[in-house]
């Protein structure tokens, strides 16, 4: 079992679409939850950046995290096609010297005009 | 793309040969970091820097070495590439340890 499992989808949805995308995670010992951005043929850069439980939200962007279920969720609210690229999750352990960051295999999304 | 280049962009090589893949960053990150995509897989970490000389292995450091003998430069050496090391190969930096990274814009390598 991977420790992060993402849906790689692909998801399509129309332009002004609520999107949501989610991930599940293994260790509880992970406290910081993270979404990348990645568009075709670029590196991912980074969207989301949180380490507790609850919503953070950033302009259409909402990150949402629940601990107690392992599960991360973003939320793109009236989508645009500038959207359309594959999102990672990510999640990082930290404990003195060890540290994990590990990424979701990514969800491709479409978002149609 | 927080000053990051990759090169070459793009590389063919043939099974047996060395390849060197080079990271160079103008932001005076400490922390750099090389990492594979491959479908289904996601990223997954070779190796990564924290200073000058100072390197560890990652998950998948087998058939990697990197080097760092200046700040600004990483080197990733496949020391004789076979064909499961065809990957997308990104680089990345951070300020800190806190794993907010920026990546820079791939390396595709095809080992025929």
């Known amino acids: 079992q991977k420790e992060v499992e993402q849906d790689p989808g692909p998801l399509s949805v129309p332009e002004g679409a609520i999107v949501s995308l989610n991930c599940t995670y293994s260790n509880s010992a992970f406290q910081y939850f993270m979404w990348y951005r990645q568009y075709s043929r670029k590196g991912p850069e980074l969207l989301m950046y949180t380490y507790s439980s609850g919503n953070k939200e950033d302009g259409r962007f909402t990150a949402q995290v629940d601990k107690s279920s392992k599960y991360i969720s973003l939320f793109i609210r009236d989508s645009q096609p500038s959207d359309s690229a594959t999102y990672l999750c990510a999640t990082l352990f930290e404990s003195g010297s060890a540290r994990q960051l590990t990424f979701g295999s990514g969800t491709q999304l479409t978002v149609l005009p | 793309d927080a000053g990051i280049t990759q090169s070459p962009r793009h590389k063919v090589t043939e099974t047996g040969t060395p390849v060197t893949l080079r990271c160079h960053q103008t932001e005076n990150h400490r922390y750099m970091y090389w990492y594979r995509q491959d479908p289904g897989h996601g990223l997954r970490l070779i190796h990564y820097?924290?200073?000058?000389?100072?390197?560890d292995k990652g998950e998948v450091s087998d058939g990697y070495s990197v080097s760092r003998s200046k700040t600004e430069d990483f080197l990733l050496t496949l020391e004789s590439a076979t064909s499961s090391q065809t990957s997308v190969y990104f680089c990345a930096t951070a300020v800190g340890t806190n794993e907010k990274l920026f990546f820079g814009s791939g390396t595709q390598l095809s080992v025929l």
């Open positions: 820097s924290y200073g000058v000389k100072d390197t």
